[in-house]
């Protein structure tokens, strides 16, 4: 078993590296994304092109957003960035009940999951302090890819949802 403390910014270089060496698919669920600014893009900006870039290989990415009645924020600001990546042909679901998602998870080709407290915001990135580990123990990781499954077949496309 391997387990990496990511503390913050590390957390963007181990990320970004495993998008970039990633073979199959790239599962994330998370509890903020924001559209990363095109004006003045920050350093979360280079998890988007990785991902994207993920996506322009043909790995299978898929995401879980938060999104809770009524609408807040949080939400508003993950149907913008679900829309986004959506457009990128990167599949993009919220939790059909009302429940708040506040995981943060990553998980790759099955084999490594990054898990702790970051966001996907220029916040979380630039200036929170944050903390996550990045774990390769095949139990662990195949209990949070299965944990995700269940979430995705419950969870809902965006269509249809964030215009209150």
């Known amino acids: 078993m391997s387990v990496n403390l990511l503390f913050d910014e590390k957390f963007l270089k181990v990320a970004t590296d495993l ?10 669920i998370v509890y903020l994304m924001t559209v990363p600014s095109e004006r003045k893009p920050g350093k979360e900006s280079k998890l988007y092109e990785e991902l994207l870039e993920a996506k322009r290989r043909g790995l299978d990415c898929r995401i879980i957003l938060n999104y809770t009645v009524p609408v807040d924020k949080a939400s508003r600001q993950n149907m913008a960035a679900g829309r986004w990546l959506s457009h990128y042909g990167i599949k993009c679901r919220i939790i059909a009940r009302n429940r708040t998602v506040h995981a943060k998870m990553i998980i790759v080709d099955g084999v490594t999951l990054i898990m702790g407290s970051h966001n996907w915001s220029r916040r979380a990135i630039d200036r929170n302090v944050e903390a996550s580990v990045k774990i390769s123990d095949m139990g662990v990781v195949k209990r949070a890819r299965e944990n995700f499954m269940e979430l995705w077949s419950d969870a809902v496309d965006l269509k249809g949802k964030g215009e209150n």
């Open 19 to 28: 998008f970039k060496a990633a073979k199959r698919e790239v599962f994330i």
